[in-house]
Nanobody, 124 residues
């Protein structure tokens, strides 16, 4: 059974940094591309970042460019999202997802498995 377990969310102030993690079990992690999406209350889920199975390629959504970095450790079956200079508009549930295609993917339908999400709250 595939499981993606996000962690690291929490309450931060504007301008703070935060790193969220996603540990994967039950799949051949090193062959899957991984992605992060987010969903704020009343808004549609949006693409944040994606990384290929080999880490050679990454892709970022508009809100992430210049502030967020996606990375992965295939030895630990874990993908990370480092977020800098968080703003109130970054507050959302952050979901990680796994795509068997192996290459970066920006659409949610390209992903096969999803985690339950971790809440990030940005408030002064």
């Amino acid at each position: 059974q595939v499981q993606l377990l996000e962690s690291g969310g929490g309450v931060v102030q504007p301008g703070d940094s935060l790193r969220v993690s996603c540990a994967a079990t039950g799949l051949s992690f090193s062959t899957y591309a991984m992605g992060w999406f987010r969903q704020a209350p009343g808004k549609e889920r949006e693409f944040v970042a994606s990384i290929s199975s080999t880490s050679l390629t990454t892709s970022y959504g508009k809100p992430a460019k210049g502030r967020f970095t996606i990375s992965r450790d295939n030895a630990k079956n874990t993908v990370y999202l480092q977020m800098l200079n968080l703003q109130t508009e970054d507050a959302a549930i952050y979901y990680c997802a796994a795509s068997g295609r192996g290459v970066v993917a920006v659409e949610d339908y390209e992903y096969d498995y999803w985690g339950q999400g971790t809440q990030v709250t940005v408030s002064s």
